[in-house]
Structure formats: C-alpha cells, structure tokens
C-alpha cells in the first residue's frame, strides 16, 4: 500500500492556474505507474492524466493542452500544472498509483492506491 498526499487544491477564478503536487511515501514509491483522477459529486470518478515510462503521459481529452502531469522521482512527487481553468474543472481531485506500468495505459484502468483527494473550484 503506497501513502498518497495531496497538496495545492484551493479556488480560482476561469482562466486561473494551479499546481497540485502527490508526494508518496518514500519507503513504497513506485515510480511504475501514477495518475490524477477527479469527481464531481454524483458522478463517476474520471482520470484526467496518467505518467509512467514505458507509456509516458496520457490526458483525457477535456484537459488536453491545458493540464501537465509531470513527475519527480528524486522527490517521489508527481505534479498537475493546471492552466486555463474552467468552471467545469472544478472537482475533487484525486493522486492515483499503481505498481503495475501496464494501468497507465489507459485511463478507465483500475488503480490500487489512492490519496484521500483535494478539492479545486473554479469560479466563472
């Protein structure tokens, strides 16, 4: 089981920026597979944007050229830069990994650890 932490949520007007970070814990990093996921109340968790080596970075289509998954392993951090935010982005997000490299193949893939999630609004 992987500790996930999730930092850098808050409220923004639209077209604001934000940066949530991930550290895991450092004793069960897996650099293999992480993600970020997001929920609006009443629905269904959705990924937004996945990273790992063999497959590198993966983004749901409503965020792509506006969001940024990158990582820092040194750190055992993975980041989501959040540009051009919309009203719409607005959600719990949620820090996803996985030791197998394989789930980050796609997005609809089950994740085995999860952080307890942060919330983003954005304002119109």
Known sequence: ????????????QSGGSLTLSC???AGTYSN??????????????EGVAS??????????DSVKGRFT???DD????????MNGLKPEDSATYYCAADSL???????YN????????ILVTVSS
């Open 1 to 12: 089981q992987v500790q996930l932490d999730e930092s850098g949520g808050g409220s923004v």
């Open 32 to 45: 293999d597979c992480m993600a970020w996921f997001r929920q609006i109340p009443g629905k269904h968790r």
């Open 101 to 107: 490299e394989n789930t980050c193949r796609s997005l």
């Open 23 to 25: 550290v895991a814990d």
């Open 74 to 81: 040194a750190q055992n951090t993975v980041y989501l830069q």
């Open 51 to 60: 990273i790992s080596t063999r497959f590198g970075t993966l983004y749901d």
């Open 110 to 117: 089950r994740f085995h650890d999860w952080g307890q999630g």
């Open 69 to 71: 998954i990158s990582r």
